[in-house]
């Protein structure tokens, strides 16, 4: 059984710093590319990272470039989200999303429905 589950969200102060973990069961992240995706209230959900397998290819969203980082920890079936310099605009729930890494070419990276994979989303509030 497939299961992509999501943790580290919490409430942080502007400025502040989280880590969020997709942590997967039921398949192996090698050959699987992870995206991390948002959605606040009202708003679409956005692409935000993503990490391809084999070939380390990582991709960012222009919000978040510079103050986000992806990286997997294979041994550990783990994907991470470093998040710095937290913005109240960053507040939402955060999706971890799986496929197979060939099909997360191009643009496809950020297409929620790229993704057959899903976790249940954990929140992140960025508020003083």
């Known amino acids: 059984q497939v299961q992509l589950v999501e943790s580290g969200g919490d409430l942080v102060q502007p400025g502040g710093s989280l880590r969020l973990s997709c942590a997967a069961s039921?398949?192996?992240?090698?050959?699987?590319?992870i995206t991390w995706f948002r959605q606040a209230p009202g708003k679409e959900r956005e692409g935000v990272s993503c990490?391809?397998?084999?070939?380390?290819?990582?991709y960012y969203a222009d919000s978040v470039k510079g103050r986000f980082t992806i990286s997997r920890d294979n041994a550990k079936n783990t994907v991470y989200l470093q998040m710095n310099s937290l913005k109240p605009e960053d507040t939402a729930v955060y999706y971890c999303?799986?496929?197979?890494?060939?099909?997360?070419?191009?643009?496809?990276?950020?297409?929620?429905?790229?993704?057959?994979?899903w976790g249940q989303g954990t929140q992140v509030t960025v508020s003083s």
């Open positions: 999303a799986a496929v197979l890494s060939y099909l997360a070419y191009g643009s496809n990276w950020y297409l929620p429905g790229t993704f057959p994979y």
């Open positions: 039921g398949f192996t992240l090698d050959n699987y590319a």
């Open positions: 990490t391809r397998s084999r070939d380390g290819t990582t």
